[in-house]
Every structure is written in C-alpha cells, then in structure tokens.
C-alpha cells in the first residue's frame, strides 16, 4: 500500500495555516507535521507513505481570517475504504470546518460531481469526514 497525504492551504480560497497534524492507525503514528511548524506553520504539505491504514486525523490550524486556532480530531475509521495504493488522503479548512477528501487513482466519469480540491476535478472524489 502506497498512498499521499496531502493539502494546499493556498488554493480552493482557503485562508488557515496548519499548525499540527498527526495521522495514526490505532495507536501506531504514521506521519505527523514537523515540530517547527508549531512555529511557523504549514501551508503546503505532499508526503508518501507505504505504511498502516490511517484510522484517525488530528489537525491543529489558525484560521487567518478570524485569527482564531481550532483543533479537530477526525476518526477515520471504516472510512478509507478499499486499496489506498496510489491515492491521496487530501484535507481542506474553512473556517472552523474541516473536509476530509480520498482523491482515487481512477479519472471521474461524466455522472460523477466534482468535489473537493480543484487541482483534481479530473480524479474520481469522494468526501470521507466532514465536521
């Protein structure tokens, strides 16, 4: 299994810094955010991963807008449904709300709605958490 974590905090008119993440499965981590960006912030994130079936998100953000932090924790659990080999596991932030997205390898068919991230209205979408 091979997948991307993902999100562009520039893009979609969303106006929030990521200031934490951690993707876990269980009670083993699978990524987490650099400890600068605590700091500094993230606006832009693209990692690969070969390992575990993530079973939960946790975000920590500073919505530029209203200057306010939020801190979500998203149970991914059931979600991610069938092989995560080469898809993306893609967030987006507005306001106080936050999306979810697993972006598949395989294009949209002409019936399917684009949803989610512009960058891939060509991909098929679909909407995993949403709070």
Same mark, same amino acid.
Request: no cysteine.
């Given at each position: ?36 960006? &605590?700091? =500094? ?20 953000? &500073? ?15 059931? &979600?991610? &449904?069938?092989?995560? =080999? ?44 949403? =709070?």
């Amino acid at each position: 299994m091979y997948y991307q974590f993902s999100f562009d905090m520039t893009a979609d008119g969303q106006h929030a810094v990521v200031l934490e993440y951690k993707l876990s499965a269980g009670d083993q981590l699978v990524m987490a955010s650099i400890p600068s960006a &605590k700091t =500094n912030g993230l606006y832009a994130e693209g990692v690969y991963t070969s390992k575990l079936r993530p079973t939960r998100l946790s975000v920590h953000w &500073k919505d530029l807008a209203d200057g306010r932090d939020y801190v979500q924790d998203a149970d991914l659990t059931g &979600k991610l &449904k069938g092989d995560l =080999n080469g898809t993306t596991i893609y967030l987006m932030i507005d306001g106080a709300h936050l999306s979810i997205f697993l972006v598949l390898p395989s294009q949209r068919g002409a019936e399917q709605p684009s949803i989610g991230p512009r960058i891939y209205s060509d991909r098929a979408v679909s909407l995993v958490y949403s =709070n």
